[in-house]
């Protein structure tokens, strides 16, 4: 056996092995950028935690439940409000082409720190309360969001179309921005229709 | 004169009324002032621990404790605005000094944890670097002297 022919395949196995024993050293100060899509997640859940039997024929004064819920795959730990309005067929909607939250003023909110990767969940319970219901009007005085009353004073008018009082409760994602120092939409929202009947 | 008494005493009721309504306007302007810079306050303070939170998240350490405390600020934060919204400006400031308090021991917390993640950092990358200049000393020397003893005994 002649050695000196192994040679080169020597050194190379030993340049090998020492980067190896080098590579947890190289990991500390090279780090990878992760391709995976970054995106935050909301969602709706109906009383049964499911995405079925959503509220929509409404009855005034009766206690209604969905789960609203957020997910954060932003890559690090996130600031999020949960803004949740209400709207007649007429007042404005999120834009999601121009990014644009509603210019309604919430009734109800959640905040909350996620760390990437977790999810957060809460029940909200809604009733609505002091209804005018006319031939083609309606009025809704009062909503009521976990057991807080909060004044309403919207109307609608009977749509002959879908044969009812149309209204909208809409829960819009927020994010708090780092660069900009302050809350931004994060251009998702989620939304129950509500026909409002008398019983 | 039997007349003036009454007439003082009217007078005097008027004032008195008058007055109930202006002080009253008056307080009710500043707890709404008050609210409101508590909840700026809260704000400010939530704020702050969360930036303070994802310093320590950066430097590796196990931040889940932090949030469930940040957590329970914003529930008070969210309360202190709907309040607000309603016109309950004393509850609001509550709730807002509340959730001040709760976000400025998240802060302090978050600070003291950075500190000692960040020795723990230190002394792990320290290990990592002396490990690896060790296996590459062993790596380099024992290839060589098993490189000379392959020679000697195939010559």
């Known amino acids: ?199 | 004169m039997r007349k003036t008494p009454s007439k003082l005493l009217v007078l005097f009721f008027v004032l008195a009324f008058s007055a109930s309504i202006f002080i009253s306007e008056a307080f009710a302007a500043n707890s709404e002032d008050t609210a409101a810079t508590s909840i700026e306050g809260a704000e400010n303070a939530l704020v702050s621990a969360y930036q303070s939170v994802l310093e320590v998240e950066q430097v590796g350490a196990n931040v889940s404790g932090l949030l469930a405390q940040l957590n329970e600020a914003g529930e008070f934060l969210a309360k202190a605005h709907m309040a607000y919204r309603l016109g309950n400006f004393d509850s609001a400031t509550s709730f807002a000094d509340q959730g001040k308090d709760v976000g400025i021991e998240v802060e302090n917390n978050a600070y003291e944890l950075k500190d000692s993640a960040w020795r723990e950092n230190i002394q792990r990358m320290w290990l990592t670097i002396m490990g690896s200049v060790l296996g590459v000393i062993l790596i380099g020397s024992g290839s060589f002297w098993f490189w000379r003893f392959l020679k000697r005994r195939y010559p």
């Open chain 1, 1 to 199: 056996m002649h050695v000196e022919e192994y040679r080169t395949l020597f050194i190379v196995g030993s340049l090998i092995l020492m980067l190896v024993a080098v590579a947890p050293t190289l990991s500390l100060f090279i780090r990878i950028p992760s391709g995976s899509e970054r995106f935050s997640e909301l969602w709706l859940l109906g009383p049964a935690h499911t995405a079925e039997n959503y509220p929509f024929n409404v009855s005034v004064n009766e206690e209604y439940s969905v789960f609203v819920g957020v997910g954060n795959h932003l890559g690090s730990s996130s600031y999020y409000v949960v803004y949740v309005k209400f709207r007649n067929q007429s007042q404005q909607l999120p834009n999601s082409t121009t990014s644009e939250p509603s210019s309604l003023s919430p009734f109800y909110e959640f905040r909350f720190v996620l760390s990437d990767g977790e999810v957060w969940e809460a029940p909200l319970t809604f009733a609505i309360e002091n209804v005018l219901l006319q031939q083609n009007f309606s009025l809704v005085q009062n909503i009521s969001i976990n057991d807080i009353v909060f004044p309403v004073n919207y109307t609608s008018i009977w749509d002959s179309n879908r044969n009812g009082f149309y209204y909208q409760m809409f829960f819009e994602l927020w994010l708090y921005n780092m660069t900009s120092n302050s809350f931004q939409y994060h251009n998702r929202f989620v939304s129950l229709w509500l026909n409002i009947t008398s019983t």
